[in-house]
C-alpha cells in the first residue's frame, strides 16, 4: 500500500499514544486514527486528526436558533432539518484533516474543490518514489459511446494486458531516466526540472484538510456514479470514515443529498400530471429528450 | 460578563469531563478550554475546541519539504523559517473555536475577515439579552485631529459622564421598545422586524471558527495599535490564547509579523544612505513626508 | 431614495460617457448601468460594473469539454445542462459589481455570504447620513405562530402606527445625540464611538461584487419566499438585473434552482408508490409529519 | 506558440470588432485583447476579458474613507497609500481573465493559489494536442548544492543535450501509446484513462480569473527570483498586463512588495544598532546565521 516501514512504526507508535482531552471525542473515529485505508493498487486514505462531532453541529445550530432539550432524537430532527434546508454553517464547525496517497491525474482532479486546506509532497524539495497507478484489468474501459466523459464496457483481457504492459512500460522507463536525470554523480539535473519526466498516474501524496460541510461537497459530487472510478474510490472510504465520525450528518447526508433527487419547475408539472393521471409525453412536456430520460430513470420507470 | 448561570453550570460540567484521544492534545490549552476570559464591560471569549499544535505545522511542511530528525531547536527553526517566508499552508493544519459575545458594531468590524466559520445568535429565532456596550471613561475619547479614522485624548470626566449618560439612556430606551413590541399580549411583532430598534451597542455573540494562518491574519490587523481599542481588547484575549496553544507559532508571529517593519524599495534606498552616512531628507528621498515620518518612526529617530 | 443632488449629476454624466470596448457588451445591461433601483424607504441598488455574458459561460465550459458549432439553441441547450448538473465553474466567469444601499440589520444577514468583495462606507471615517429604515405599515407583521423565524397576519393599522411611532421616535433620538456627541465644538467623541448609537435600521452601503455562480447562489436563498421581506425586495431587483444581463443563465436559474424542488431518498420512495397508486401514508413512509407536509405541499396536494 | 489556425483567425475575428460601453474602459490594456503573448517554447497567455481600472479601486477606497477631491496626484497617493497599509478590498473591485496555455507541472504549482475562478482543458471530455514543453539549453541546471529547492550552474552543453534528448523521447513515446491507446478503431481507452500515460511537461490550458488584489498575491511570490523559472516567465508576462491595465497599482505594488523587504522586530534592533554604529555581529545580535545574511544581502552589505 505504499507505506514505508518506518512509517508503519510511526502509525503504530502513534495509534499506543493516548491523553485526556476535554474536547468532543468520537471513539468510533478513534478507533480508525492514522490507520492506512487502502485505496487503488498503492494509494490510502488515513485521517490523521479530527475536530466535533455530532453534537458541535447542533450546539453551533443552537447558538443560532436558541437552545431546547437535548435528547438524541431531536438532535437527529435538527441534523435533518438543518441538512434539507441546507443551513450549512452548523456543518462548518466540524473539521477533519487526511493524509492521501493518490496518482497524480486524480488529485489534479481533486484539487478543483478549492475550499479546502492542503499540503502535498514537493518534487522540488524531494525525490519522488517509484510507485505508479496500475488500473486492475476489470476497470480497464473502452470509451463510452454515449457519454463524452464515461467508460463503457470494460476491455477485452488481450486488450486490457496489452495497455497494461503499455501504461507499465513507460512509467517505469520515465521513472528510470527521472533517477539518471538526478543522479548528482552524473547529470544533476535540479529536483524542480527532472519531475517534469513523470507519468501523470504516479503517486503523489498530502494532507488535505477542511470542514464537514465542503466535505459533504466533496463526496456528493465524488461518490456519485458519474464520477470517475478512481476518484470514487478514494470518495467511498472517506464516506465510510465519516460514518464513523457523525453518523447522525452521515445518515442525513445519505438521505439528502446522495440519494436524493432534484426536480426542475417544468419536471414538477410533468410530476404533477403523472400523479393526476394526464397524458403527458416527452414532445408536450417541455423537457429536452435528456431531461425526459433522466426524470424517467430517478422515478424507476421505463424510458421508452 | 453575560454568562448566565445555566452557562456557567454547563461550562463548569464540559470542563470536568475528560475523555482519551489519541489527536494531538495540547495540556495549557486544555487548562484554558471553556473558560470565558472577560473582555469589555460583558463580552468575553471562550476556547471550545481545537486541532492541532506546533508540531501539526512541523508535520505539514515536512509532507511537503522531506523529513528529517525531530528535535525542539529543529522544529522551532522550521516554524521561523515557514513564517518568515510566508509559507502560510502549513499554519493552515491548525484549527480553532471560538465562542465570543461582543458589541455588534464590532461584529461588523470582525466579519469583514471571510476566511472563517460562523454561527451568530439569531435575533430572527430568538429574543436579543438586554446587554450593551458601555465604555469606560478612560476609552471616551475625541475624534482624532490628524488621524481620520482614530482617537485623540480622553474626554474631561464630566463629558464623558454626559457621553455615559446620553448611551446609556438611549440603549435602555430602545431596549424597553423592542420587548414593548414583541411582548405577544400586546403587539407582538415579529423578531426579525422588531430587532432593527435595537442599537449598535448591543451585544450578540457567535461561534467562530478559522485556521492559524487566517487567525495570525486577523490578529496582525486587529491586535495593531492602529486598531479600534474595542477589537484590540478581543485580539490581545486570543493572542494569549495562541501563547499557550502553540507557542514556537506564536513567538515567530511576534518576530516576523506584530513587531515586524516592512520598508518599500524606496525606503530601502533611504535606509542604505543611512547606513552610508549619505545625506538624504525627505525632499531629496522620493518619500512623501508621511512615508518618512512613518519611516523614521519605525527606525526610532526623531521625525523633526 | 436617498441619492444626493451631486450624486444624481455623477450618475447621469457616468451614463452620459461612452467607449469603444473590445470585451463581451450586454446593450440591454448597458442601459441600466449605474441607474439607481430603488428598494424599501431609502434605499436602492446600482449595477456599476460587469464582466462576461451568456457567450461567456458557454465559451469557459467549451475549454472544458470541447468544441462545437455555434447555433444560441446550442448554447442555450449547454447552458441548461451546466445549471442542472451543478459544473458551476462556467458561472464563475462571469462578474457583477454593485452599489447597494440597504440597513443595517439587512447587510448584517446579507454579509453572511462570504463569496464576494465587500467595500462599505466607514462609520469610522465619516458621519453617517440620517436616514433609517421604517416599514411600509403593510409589511409590520405579527411574528408567525408556527415558524419560529417568519411572520404572520400583518398588525391592524392601529397597531402599526404605534409601531412606526416607536421606530421613528427612537431613529431620530439616537441620531440627533449620535450628532450631539461628533459635534466638534461640543463633545467631539470619536466617530467610530459615537457610531454605537446608531439603531440597527439606520442604512448604510457598500460596493458588492460577486461572480454569477456565487450571485445565484445569493439569490436562490434571499429571493426565497422563506427569506425576510426586506433582503428579498433587494434579490428580486437584482434578479431583474441578471435577467438583462445574461438571459439564458436566468431562464435556467429560474427553471433548476428557484422553481425546482429536491425529494429525499426516502420522498422518492413515497412518489414511487404515488406514481404506482401503493397506499402510502405519513405514518408508513418513513418521513416526519414536517417533511410529509413538505412533500405534499411541493406536489400540489392537500396535506390533511 | 500553440494556437491553431482556427484559434488565430477567432482571435483576429475578436480584435476586429468594437461595442459602445458606458463601463471604466483602459485603451493601453483594450490594445492587448485576446492577443496571445508567448511564455515558454509553446505556451502563452492572453487576457481575454477584465472589470475596472485604477479609478475602480479609488472609487471603492472612498465609499469607505468619504470623498475628496478628484485629481490624479491624489489618486495615486490614495492607491499607494492603501498598498502600503495592506488594505486589500479595495483593489478586490477589478477582476481580469487570462487564458493560459502551460505545462501540468506548472498548472500544478499555480492551482495553489485557491482565490480563483478556473475552467480547464478537460483529458475527460477531449484528446490533448501533442504539445510539450522543452527547457531551453540555458535553463537546464543543476540542482542547486545550497538550496533544497533550487537550481544551480546551468548544465554543459552536452549534458543538456542529453537531458533534451530523454525529455523529448519519452514525451514522443508517451503520446504515441496514448495515441494508440485512445484509437476507437483499436483499444479504444476510455479518455479519463489514456491520459494517466502523458508526462508532466505536456501542455494543458485553462480561463483563470482572479481580482487584482489576488492577483497581486500571486505576482508577489511568483515573479519573484526564487520561484521556478518556468512559472516566473508567465508571472513577468502578466506583470506586463498589469502595468497596461492599472499603472497607478501597478507602480505601487512593485515599490512596497515587489521591490520591500521586511524586518523582524529581532532585525530592526539590530538596524538600530547598526544605524547608530553600535558594534553588532551575528553571535550577538539574536538572529540565525541564515537571518543575519538574508539582512546583510537586502541591505546591500558583505555578508562576510
Request: glycine share 6%.
Amino acid at each position: 500500500m505504499g507505506l514505508t516501514p518506518e512509517q508503519t512504526t510511526e502509525i503504530e507508535g502513534a495509534r499506543a499514544r493516548s491523553q485526556p482531552t476535554r474536547r468532543a471525542t468520537v471513539p468510533a473515529l478513534e478507533e480508525l486514527l492514522f490507520t492506512a485505508i487502502p485505496v487503488l493498487d498503492h494509494g490510502f486514505i488515513r485521517v490523521v486528526d479530527y475536530m466535533g462531532d455530532d453534537s458541535a453541529v447542533v450546539q453551533a445550530a443552537r447558538v443560532s436558533y436558541g437552545r431546547g432539550t437535548r435528547k438524541t432524537t431531536e438532535d437527529e430532527g435538527l441534523i435533518r432539518y438543518l441538512m434539507r434546508h441546507h443551513h450549512s454553517t452548523p456543518f462548518e464547525m466540524c473539521e477533519i484533516k487526511y493524509h492521501v496517497k493518490l496518482p497524480i491525474f486524480i488529485a489534479r482532479q481533486w484539487i478543483r474543490h478549492r475550499t479546502a486546506n492542503v499540503n502535498e509532497y514537493s518534487a522540488r524539495y524531494s525525490i519522488m518514489d517509484q510507485d505508479f497507478y496500475l488500473p486492475a484489468p476489470e476497470h480497464l474501459a473502452r470509451q463510452s459511446a454515449d457519454n463524452r466523459q464515461g467508460r463503457g464496457a470494460a476491455l477485452d483481457p488481450a486488450t486490457a494486458a496489452r495497455v497494461l504492459g503499455l501504461l507499465r512500460a513507460d512509467a517505469e522507463q520515465t521513472y528510470s531516466h527521472y533517477e539518471e536525470m538526478l543522479d548528482d554523480t552524473g547529470i544533476g539535473l535540479a529536483r524542480e526540472l527532472a519531475r517534469m519526466n513523470l507519468t501523470l498516474n504516479s503517486y503523489t501524496q498530502w494532507y488535505w484538510k477542511t470542514d464537514l460541510h465542503n466535505l459533504f461537497h466533496f463526496l456528493r459530487l465524488r461518490a456519485d456514479a458519474h464520477a470517475q472510478y478512481e476518484i470514487q474510490a478514494y470518495a467511498h472510504a472517506m464516506l465510510e470514515t465519516v460514518r464513523a465520525w457523525v453518523p447522525l450528518c452521515h445518515a442525513a447526508f445519505c438521505d439528502y443529498r446522495l440519494g436524493a433527487v432534484t426536480f426542475s419547475a417544468k419536471m414538477l408539472e410533468v410530476l404533477k400530471k403523472l400523479l393526476a393521471d394526464t397524458p403527458v409525453d416527452q414532445a408536450s412536456s417541455g423537457l429536452s429528450k435528456r431531461e425526459w430520460a433522466e426524470m424517467l430513470t430517478a422515478l424507476g420507470r421505463p424510458v421508452g
